[in-house]
C-alpha cells in the first residue's frame, strides 16, 4: 500500500461522512483536482511523521499548507478564489468539521503498517541538525521501493 492508497481512502471515507451530512460537493478521488489529493498525500504524511499529533495539530498543519497556497477564510469553500469556511483555527470550527480530522486520522493509522513503495515513509531523526527550521523534529524522507 502507498501512501497515495491510504490518502484515496481518507478521501473517500471523507466524502462519504460529508454526503451523510448533506454535503454532496466532494468529487471522488478519480475526479478530485490535483490540489486536493496532493493535500490529502501532505496529511498522510503528518500523521505518519507525527503519530501522537491529535486532531487539532492535524487541522493546523491543513491550515499552514493552505495559508502557504494563498488560501483564506470564505463562508463557503470556493477553490477558484482560494476560499474555504474551515480556514479557522481548530477550536472555532463546528463540530462537525472536527469529526473529519479525527476520522482522516483514525484512517491513516489503521492503514500505517501497510505502507510498502512509491511515497514509502522513514524518519530520521533531526534534533542535531544546526537549522532552527528542523531542531527537534522528525523529517519525512519519500522513497520509492523497487519491486515492491
Not at 503519530?51 to 463557503?76: I, N, Q
Not at 503498517?113 to 528542523?134: K, P
Request: hydrophobic share 35%; proline share 6%; charged share 25%.
Amino acid at each position: 500500500m502507498k501512501v497515495e492508497d491510504i490518502a484515496r481512502a481518507c478521501h473517500e471515507v471523507n466524502r462519504a461522512y460529508c454526503a451523510a451530512i448533506g454535503d454532496n460537493s466532494q468529487l471522488a478521488w478519480e475526479d478530485a483536482p490535483d490540489w486536493q489529493r496532493e493535500s490529502a498525500m501532505n496529511g498522510v504524511e503528518f500523521t505518519l511523521v507525527n503519530p501522537d499529533a491529535g486532531p487539532s495539530a492535524s487541522h493546523e498543519s491543513w491550515l499552514a499548507e493552505k495559508e502557504r497556497d494563498g488560501w483564506t477564510y470564505g463562508p463557503v469553500k470556493n477553490p477558484a478564489i482560494k476560499e474555504h469556511p474551515c480556514f479557522v483555527p481548530y477550536d472555532e470550527l463546528p463540530t462537525e468539521q472536527k469529526v473529519k480530522d479525527y476520522l482522516f486520522q483514525a484512517v491513516v493509522r489503521s492503514l500505517a503498517s501497510r505502507i510498502t513503495s512509491a511515497r514509502t515513509v522513514h524518519y530520521i531523526d533531526t534534533g542535531d541538525m544546526a537549522s532552527d527550521e528542523v531542531a527537534g523534529q522528525k523529517t519525512l524522507i519519500a522513497v520509492a521501493v523497487p519491486g515492491q
